[in-house]
């Protein structure tokens, strides 16, 4: 008797987050009870080569309509989604998915239709922005079950909402990752030309609004002013527009940071280069669930980050990380100078980040939570509310 295939469709070639949250659920599924199958139109890129190369076996996907990162579904692009919906559904049927796990939202656009047309249970997970219109206005309809990264990143109650069918899980992280620090600084110092006694504050994802990226240079040039005496360079790893009107090398050049703020393109494996930096800086705002802020709390590199999102359900101010009010350059400097005036507090709170960072976001919880939810959809169980991990 076979077991039930679960599906995970992509879309795309933008490598995010949830790529790298997907792949341990997708590497881990008990083979006794579900059958995972990646499902991708565009077989080059960063994501294909992403999954090639971690050992998943992918299937081409029959051809969809294109959909622009960061723009909404138009109107024209909304007509060829559900006029290419009914050929999607019966590739499911054909392929035997059961269970179809959506992850990232020009995935949902394109297939949480086609999922629901072929009968297959569906699973919408959101990892973004819990106003973004598929899941207020779509997943209500469509979706089995919603699975949310944070409390924050869950769809609000209402009269049209999925919040009945939704349940919080963390995303999931390597718990036995281990950096050697003094090596990483010591490439970073040298890749750099620094002196040693620089303290090195980092900003790792994509440049992009929600990330606020052009607040970490402002926090960088208060932390300058407030501290004329430190040496504090600024590392920004993720890649930048090209080209000179792109906005966060204008606003190193409007600070006259040149010789403070770095960008460093994209480097892995991050958490490499996380445990180069003595301090995190997360600037973002409403962000659900930042995988940088959980993995440098386990690599042991103290956190700063606004008060917002998800970020509040990730680190304890004052006890795993610090919190300042969001889109505020001054507040930020100022906590993160007080991570570097008081190292023996900040030590204690580096140690407290790891052991609570190991408790609540292992790969196995993660997994075991997830495949208790598919056990669910099969067994057609009502859908409900469960309690979220503590």
Same mark, same amino acid.
């Given at each position: 008797?076979?077991?039930?295939?679960?599906?995970?469709?992509?879309?795309?070639?933008?490598?995010?987050?949830?790529?790298?949250?997907?792949?341990?659920?997708?590497?881990?599924?008990?083979?006794?009870?579900?059958?995972?199958?990646?499902?991708?139109?565009?077989?080059?890129?960063?994501?294909?080569?992403?999954?090639?190369?971690?050992?998943?076996?992918?299937?081409?996907?029959?051809?969809?309509?294109?959909?622009?990162?960061?723009?909404?579904?138009?109107?024209?692009?909304?007509?060829?989604?559900?006029?290419?919906?009914?050929?999607?559904?019966?590739?499911?049927?054909?392929?035997?998915?059961?269970?179809?796990?959506?992850?990232?939202?020009?995935?949902?656009?394109?297939?949480?239709?086609?999922?629901?047309?072929?009968?297959?249970?569906?699973?919408?997970?959101?990892?973004?922005?819990?106003?973004?219109?598929?899941?207020?206005?779509? =997943?209500?309809?469509?979706?089995?079950? /919603?699975?949310?990264?944070? @409390? &924050?990143?869950?769809? #609000?109650?209402? *009269? $049209?909402?999925?919040?009945?069918?939704?349940?919080?899980?963390?995303?999931?992280?390597?718990?036995?990752?281990?950096?050697?620090?003094?090596?990483?600084?010591?490439?970073?110092?040298?890749?750099?030309? =620094?002196?040693?006694?620089?303290?090195? /504050?980092?900003?790792?994802? @994509? &440049?992009?609004?929600? #990330?606020?990226? *052009? $607040?970490?240079?402002?926090?960088?040039?208060?932390?300058?002013?407030?501290?004329?005496?430190?040496?504090?360079?600024?590392?920004?790893?993720?890649?930048?527009?090209?080209?000179?009107?792109?906005?966060?090398?204008?606003?190193?050049?409007?600070?006259?940071?040149?010789?403070?703020?770095?960008?460093?393109?994209?480097?892995?494996?991050?958490?490499?280069?996380?445990?180069?930096?003595?301090?995190?800086?997360?600037?973002?705002?409403?962000?659900?669930?930042?995988?940088?802020?959980?993995?440098?709390?386990?690599?042991?590199?103290?956190?700063?980050?606004?008060?917002?999102?998800?970020?509040?359900?990730?680190?304890?101010?004052?006890?795993?990380?610090?919190?300042?009010?969001?889109?505020?350059?001054?507040?930020?400097?100022?906590?993160?100078?007080?991570?570097?005036?008081?190292?023996?507090?900040?030590?204690?709170?580096?140690?407290?980040?790891?052991?609570?960072?190991?408790?609540?976001?292992?790969?196995?919880?993660?997994?075991?939570?997830?495949?208790?939810?598919?056990?669910?959809?099969?067994?057609?169980?009502?859908?409900?509310?469960?309690?979220?991990?503590?």
């Amino acid at each position: 008797m076979s077991v039930p295939k679960v599906c995970f469709p992509f879309v795309g070639q933008i490598l995010g987050g949830c790529h790298f949250s997907v792949l341990p659920l997708i590497k881990g599924l008990d083979p006794a009870r579900f059958q995972a199958q990646v499902l991708m139109q565009d077989l080059v890129g960063p994501i294909y080569d992403f999954f090639r190369d971690n050992g998943v076996e992918i299937v081409p996907a029959p051809p969809t309509p294109q959909l622009v990162p960061g723009k909404a579904v138009d109107a024209a692009r909304q007509a060829a989604l559900i006029a290419a919906a009914p050929r999607l559904a019966r590739a499911l049927r054909e392929n035997g998915v059961d269970i179809v796990h959506l992850n990232d939202g020009r995935t949902n656009a394109t297939w949480a239709l086609p999922a629901k047309l072929s009968g297959a249970r569906l699973v919408w997970h959101n990892r973004g922005n819990p106003n973004a219109a598929g899941l207020r206005f779509l =997943a209500p309809f469509v979706a089995d079950r /919603v699975i949310s990264v944070s @409390a &924050f990143a869950s769809p #609000k109650p209402g *009269l $049209l909402s999925a919040a009945a069918r939704n349940e919080v899980v963390f995303s999931p992280f390597d718990t036995d990752v281990h950096e050697d620090r003094d090596a990483a600084r010591g490439a970073l110092i040298a890749d750099l030309g =620094a002196v040693p006694a620089t303290k090195f /504050v980092g900003y790792f994802g @994509a &440049f992009v609004e929600r #990330k606020r990226p *052009l $607040l970490f240079v402002d926090t960088i040039a208060a932390m300058r002013k407030a501290a004329p005496d430190k040496t504090i360079v600024g590392v920004m790893f993720g890649q930048p527009r090209a080209g000179d009107d792109d906005p966060v090398r204008k606003r190193i050049a409007e600070h006259g940071l040149g010789d403070s703020v770095k960008l460093m393109g994209f480097r892995s494996p991050g958490s490499r280069w996380i445990a180069a930096c003595d301090l995190l800086l997360v600037p973002a705002f409403e962000e659900p669930l930042g995988r940088t802020l959980v993995e440098a709390m386990l690599v042991g590199t103290p956190v700063v980050a606004t008060r917002s999102g998800g970020n509040t359900e990730a680190i304890e101010d004052g006890v795993t990380g610090w919190t300042a009010p969001a889109e505020n350059a001054e507040a930020l400097a100022r906590a993160a100078l007080h991570v570097f005036t008081a190292p023996d507090l900040a030590a204690s709170v580096v140690r407290q980040a790891a052991k609570d960072a190991r408790a609540r976001f292992g790969e196995r919880r993660h997994l075991d939570a997830v495949m208790a939810i598919y056990d669910e959809l099969l067994t057609a169980r009502a859908p409900g509310r469960r309690e979220s991990p503590a």
